[in-house]
């Protein structure tokens, strides 16, 4: 029978089936989809076929190709990939400047990612109650200069009643399934408790020394909300991207591949050459330092990689 992956606990998946009823899988043999070495063979998010045994066990037996997919590598020169969710409509990427900082390079990176498997991203800011009036003007300048690339971005306090529900978030969710992304302790569960009204998973503190997250959640689990299907994972600390080659890497940087257009050569890497639009755009101040500095370490893993 057909059924859609809810739940991945390393050895362990909870399926939905089509009848409506919730089964416990073990994945049968060496199953993967061919050419993808991953540490996970199915995620949460795919369809699948489950057979139940005799004894009562379920196995997975099947995964349906997927329509796309979040992957990344745990470490820049891991060379097993991670799948992070299956089959989704667009990707929530929560942002803090404060406990814990966000880096930019991590923002890149995982919209790089996504782009490069057409997935819609939408930047929110959280915990915005933390922040002072300089910190404020910081968020404005960085969420500009994603807004001007056409990524939609917003900013709120899940810990300030109404600061959801008033915001445009719950629309943007509805009828879509999203999977929650960023660095442990960002308020991903958070997120998830409020729009469910009630707790249904587990949220943890921000640690005292480091101002960093705990990992509190340590499962991917897909939850069915009345409008929604919302994805949340355990906290993604660095984000190594998968299989880009250097020549592709601008393509998935919206800002770079426009001003790269107008370089006087087409193959143009944008470190040093004669008459390269992009570094004239970095100069004149239309690509964000953050931006481009981002893209040149996405280079040089990609680089690194070759040689591995
Ligand atoms: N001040 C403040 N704290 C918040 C806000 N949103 C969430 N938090 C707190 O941040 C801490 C971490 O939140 P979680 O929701 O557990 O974070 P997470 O992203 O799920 O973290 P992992 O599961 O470790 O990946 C909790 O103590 C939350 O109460 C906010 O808007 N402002
Ligand atoms: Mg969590
Ligand atoms: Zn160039």
Same mark, same amino acid.
């Given at each position: 029978?057909?059924?859609?992956?809810?739940?991945?606990?390393? *050895?362990?998946?909870?399926? !939905?089936?089509?009848?409506?009823? +919730?089964?416990?899988?073990?994945?049968?043999?060496?199953?993967? #989809?061919?050419? #993808?070495?991953?540490?996970?063979?199915?995620?949460? @998010?795919?369809?699948?076929?489950? =057979? /139940?045994?005799?004894?009562?066990?379920?196995?997975?037996?099947?995964?349906q190709p997927r329509r796309n997919y979040i992957i990344r590598r745990a470490t820049n020169l891991s060379k097993e990939a991670h799948i992070l969710a299956a089959n989704i409509d667009q990707a929530l990427l929560l942002v803090t400047l404060q406990q814990p900082e966000t880096n930019t390079t991590f923002i890149d990176r995982f919209l790089a990612t996504a782009e490069a498997?057409?997935?819609? +991203?939408? #930047?929110? $800011?959280? *915990?915005?109650?933390?922040?002072?009036?300089? /910190?404020?003007? =910081?968020?404005?300048?960085?969420?500009? &200069?994603? /807004?001007?690339?056409?990524?939609?971005?917003?900013?709120?306090?899940?810990?300030?009643?109404?600061?959801?529900?008033?915001?445009?978030?719950?629309?943007?969710?509805?009828? *879509?399934?999203?999977?929650?992304?960023?660095?442990?302790?960002?308020?991903?569960?958070?997120?998830?408790?409020?729009?469910?009204?009630?707790?249904?998973?587990?949220?943890?503190?921000?640690?005292?020394? !480091?101002?960093?997250?705990?990992?509190?959640?340590? $499962?991917?689990?897909?939850?069915?909300?009345?409008?929604?299907?919302?994805?949340? &994972?355990?906290?993604? *600390?660095? %984000? @190594?991207?998968?299989?880009?080659?250097?020549?592709?890497?601008? !393509?998935? %940087?919206?800002?770079? $591949?426009?001003?790269?257009?107008?370089?006087?050569?087409?193959?143009?890497? !944008?470190?040093?050459?004669?008459?390269?639009? +992009?570094? /004239?755009?970095?100069e004149r101040g239309d690509i964000a330092p953050s931006r481009y500095f981002s893209y040149l370490s996405l280079l040089e893993d990609s680089n690194e990689s070759k040689y591995r």
């Amino acid at each position: 029978m057909r059924a859609l992956v809810i739940k991945t606990t390393g *050895k362990h998946y909870l399926v !939905h089936t089509e009848g409506g009823s +919730v089964l416990d899988c073990a994945i049968k043999g060496n199953l993967r #989809l061919k050419d #993808l070495r991953t540490t996970n063979p199915v995620a949460v @998010g795919d369809y699948v076929t489950v =057979q /139940q045994q005799e004894d009562g066990t379920n196995w997975i037996t099947e995964i349906q190709p997927r329509r796309n997919y979040i992957i990344r590598r745990a470490t820049n020169l891991s060379k097993e990939a991670h799948i992070l969710a299956a089959n989704i409509d667009q990707a929530l990427l929560l942002v803090t400047l404060q406990q814990p900082e966000t880096n930019t390079t991590f923002i890149d990176r995982f919209l790089a990612t996504a782009e490069a498997y057409r997935v819609p +991203v939408i #930047l929110l $800011f959280n *915990k915005i109650d933390l922040l002072t009036e300089e /910190q404020l003007g =910081q968020l404005t300048s960085l969420s500009d &200069i994603y /807004q001007q690339m056409g990524y939609r971005t917003l900013a709120l306090s899940l810990k300030s009643s109404g600061s959801l529900s008033e915001s445009s978030l719950p629309a943007l969710l509805a009828h *879509k399934t999203t999977l929650l992304a960023g660095n442990s302790g960002v308020g991903k569960s958070t997120l998830l408790n409020a729009l469910c009204g009630r707790e249904v998973t587990r949220t943890g503190a921000i640690s005292d020394a !480091h101002h960093k997250g705990m990992h509190t959640t340590t $499962f991917s689990e897909m939850y069915e909300l009345n409008d929604a299907r919302i994805i949340d &994972i355990p906290g993604i *600390k660095g %984000f @190594g991207a998968v299989d880009m080659s250097p020549h592709e890497i601008s !393509h998935y %940087f919206r800002d770079i $591949f426009e001003a790269g257009k107008h370089c006087r050569y087409g193959d143009c890497m !944008h470190i040093d050459e004669p008459g390269c639009a +992009v570094t /004239q755009a970095l100069e004149r101040g239309d690509i964000a330092p953050s931006r481009y500095f981002s893209y040149l370490s996405l280079l040089e893993d990609s680089n690194e990689s070759k040689y591995r």
